[in-house]
């Protein structure tokens, strides 16, 4: 440094440290955004916004979308950073320990529909970036979306301790070093944020996923996420890469499969948005998902062809009953868009060679005409308008009717031995197949004792059988 008068050292001295300072500040304002675009990124790949807006126009984030789950409806909270309605008062910690613990600020616990057991895996550097993100960018509304009012006993948040004592596994993703990168990058979208297991793994008796066989296809509400392990009969293992990219970016790839239901939301929402190097790592880690089979003898993506075979149809096939409201059913409510022999166009999907149709279980087909179909991705709008309660009163079909009707699908272009009765139909119609937990529920106040015993037990057992695993393996 030059030689200076002395009084004007320490004016040049601060100058100095204030450049200094202000190049800091800089220099935050860049971490912060950095860690901002992050955080948007990861909110997109969780799919935060899907659970946390209300249909048609809520404000992002204010909560209020409504879960339905076997055990009655879950609404999503506000998690904008309101100081009176979000969650505007939480710490980073309260924020982490609410997404990958499943506990609020105030202590009670939430339920899994907040899939905090795949966001358990979130890294604790995600974390920081989701939390930066919250409460940066996303606006505050201070709107309190309705209150979840669960049946006894599963009003008592409580009861979620013991089951995530049991269920919650609480290890952060860690890459495995002999896989390749692409492998770990896919393995962490999938397993920890898009969460493809909270739906496609099936879940036990108690509502928690089977860890036996990841991906082996689970129930959502009425819809069913099928296997999408990589066994070449019952998973994806006949599927090119090609397909999976497709069907993950746009849900459509004609004469395989449309995305309805859960599926098209998470699409919708979320996977389109993603670069698609993500949408690569994620097909490079669902081939390596360990095949699970089902005794099937055919691909759910290879069954029927075109077929006018009404004579056939309509005495039934041998050994069956002639299913004449089917086929009356098919040509008013359905042939318009997919043909009349099933075939489709440019336009609507075929009927045969269609999952919804092959499979060895007739949900997807039953939903997608009870609650339609309806999917955005870019600029191209999915629809298929829904026969159940939400349809116009001319289109609005019986039990009944949607029995037929997919007797009459099934038989001419699908898998012919599913048979759907109108029982089946009303099953799908409340919401799917209860849990036992729920079937159990109505005996919950003299069983209240006894489950509680039986819990304790549970976890004495697994305690144990984890602390034995490691020499069991040894
Ligand atoms: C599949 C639906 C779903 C998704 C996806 C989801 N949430 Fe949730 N979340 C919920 C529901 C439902 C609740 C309320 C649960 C309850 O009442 O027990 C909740 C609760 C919360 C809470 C607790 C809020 C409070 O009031 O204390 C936070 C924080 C939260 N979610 C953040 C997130 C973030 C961040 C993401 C994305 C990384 C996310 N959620 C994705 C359904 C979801
Ligand atoms: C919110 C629940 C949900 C999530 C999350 C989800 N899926 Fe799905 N998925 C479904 C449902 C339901 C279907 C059936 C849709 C239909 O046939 O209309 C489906 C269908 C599929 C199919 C087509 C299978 C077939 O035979 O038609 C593939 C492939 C698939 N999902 C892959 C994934 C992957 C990979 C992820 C994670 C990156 C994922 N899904 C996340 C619910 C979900
Ligand atoms: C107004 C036209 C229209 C009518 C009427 C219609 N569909 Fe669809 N259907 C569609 C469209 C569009 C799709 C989805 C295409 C896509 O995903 O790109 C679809 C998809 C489907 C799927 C595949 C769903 C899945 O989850 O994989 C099935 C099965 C189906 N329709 C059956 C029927 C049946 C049975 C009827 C009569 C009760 C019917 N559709 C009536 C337009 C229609």
């Known amino acids: 440094m030059p030689k200076l008068l002395p009084a004007v050292r320490p004016l040049l001295l601060c100058l100095t440290a204030l450049a200094a300072t202000s190049g800091m500040a800089l220099a935050e304002d860049t971490d912060t955004a950095d860690l901002v675009a992050r955080g948007r990124y990861l909110a997109t790949a969780a799919d935060c916004a899907a659970c946390h807006t209300a249909p048609h126009g809520g404000t992002p984030f204010a909560g209020g979308y409504a879960i339905d789950t076997p055990l009655g409806q879950i609404f999503s909270t506000n998690i904008t950073p309101s100081k009176t309605a979000g969650i505007g008062d939480y710490s980073e910690a309260d924020f982490s320990r609410a997404v990958r613990d499943g506990v609020a600020k105030?202590?009670?616990?939430?339920?899994?529909?907040?899939?905090?057991?795949?966001?358990?895996?979130?890294?604790d550097a995600d974390m920081k970036a989701l939390y930066a993100y919250f409460m940066n960018e996303v606006k505050p509304d201070d709107h309190k979306?309705?209150?979840?009012?669960?049946?006894?006993?599963?009003?008592?948040?409580?009861?979620?301790?013991a089951w995530n004592l049991l269920?919650?596994?609480?290890?952060?993703?860690?890459?495995?070093?002999?896989?390749?990168?692409?492998?770990?990058?896919?393995?962490?979208?999938?397993?920890?944020?898009?969460?493809?297991?909270?739906?496609?793994?099936?879940?036990?008796?108690?509502?928690?996923?089977d860890g036996s066989q990841p991906l082996a296809g689970g129930a959502v509400g009425p819809w069913f996420?099928?296997?999408?392990?990589?066994?070449?009969?019952?998973g994806i293992g006949?599927?090119?890469?090609?397909?999976?990219?497709?069907?993950?970016?746009?849900?459509?790839?004609?004469?395989?499969?449309?995305?309805?239901?859960?599926?098209?939301?998470?699409?919708?929402?979320?996977?389109?948005?993603?670069?698609?190097?993500?949408?690569?790592?994620?097909?490079?880690?669902l081939r390596d998902v360990p095949p699970?089979?089902?005794?099937?003898?055919?691909?759910?993506?290879?069954?029927?062809?075109?077929?006018?075979?009404?004579?056939?149809?309509?005495?039934?096939?041998?050994?069956?009953?002639p299913n004449e409201n089917g086929f009356h059913v098919f040509s008013g409510s359905c042939a318009a868009c997919h043909q009349p022999e099933g075939q489709g166009n440019l336009h609507y999907p075929s009927l045969f060679k269609n999952t919804a149709t092959g499979g060895d279980r007739p949900d997807n087909l039953i939903a997608t005409i009870l609650y339609g179909l309806h999917r955005t991705?870019?600029?191209?709008?999915?629809?298929?308008?829904?026969?159940?309660?939400?349809?116009?009163y001319t289109d609005r079909l019986s039990d009944k009717d949607i029995a037929d009707v997919s007797n009459y699908v099934l038989a001419n272009y699908g898998n012919p031995a599913v048979k759907v009765s109108a029982a089946d139909v009303a099953i799908i119609r409340e919401g799917g197949e209860k849990p036992l937990i729920v079937r159990l529920a109505p005996l919950a106040a003299p069983?209240?004792?006894?489950?509680?015993?039986?819990?304790?037990?549970?976890?004495?057992?697994?305690?144990?059988?984890?602390?034995?695993?490691?020499?069991?393996?040894?």
């Open 225 to 234: 996420a099928p296997n999408i392990t990589s066994d070449k009969i019952a």
């Open 447 to 474: 069983a209240a004792i006894a489950g509680a015993v039986i819990v304790v037990a549970l976890i004495a057992w697994l305690l144990l059988r984890r602390r034995r695993s490691p020499q069991a393996t040894a």
């Open 106 to 123: 105030d202590g009670s616990h939430l339920y899994p529909a907040m899939p905090y057991t795949a966001y358990a895996k979130i890294t």
């Open 292 to 321: 699970v089979g089902s005794g099937d003898k055919k691909a759910r993506d290879t069954f029927g062809e075109p077929s006018t075979e009404i004579e056939a149809s309509l005495r039934g096939l041998p050994g069956q009953a």
């Open 167 to 209: 269920f919650l596994d609480k290890t952060r993703f860690e890459p495995n070093p002999a896989k390749s990168a692409e492998w770990n990058r896919g393995a962490y979208l999938a397993e920890a944020l898009t969460h493809c297991a909270t739906c496609h793994t099936p879940r036990n008796g108690l509502m928690a996923e």
């Open 377 to 392: 991705v870019g600029e191209n709008v999915a629809f298929m308008p829904a026969f159940g309660p939400d349809a116009s």
């Open 238 to 285: 006949d599927w090119s890469d090609e397909d999976l990219t497709q069907y993950l970016k746009t849900g459509n790839v004609p004469g395989k499969a449309q995305a309805a239901g859960p599926m098209a939301e998470a699409i919708e929402q979320s996977f389109q948005h993603l670069p698609d190097g993500d949408i690569k790592a994620i097909v490079t880690y």
């Open 145 to 161: 979306p309705q209150q979840t009012e669960l049946p006894f006993p599963f009003s008592i948040r409580t009861s979620m301790a």
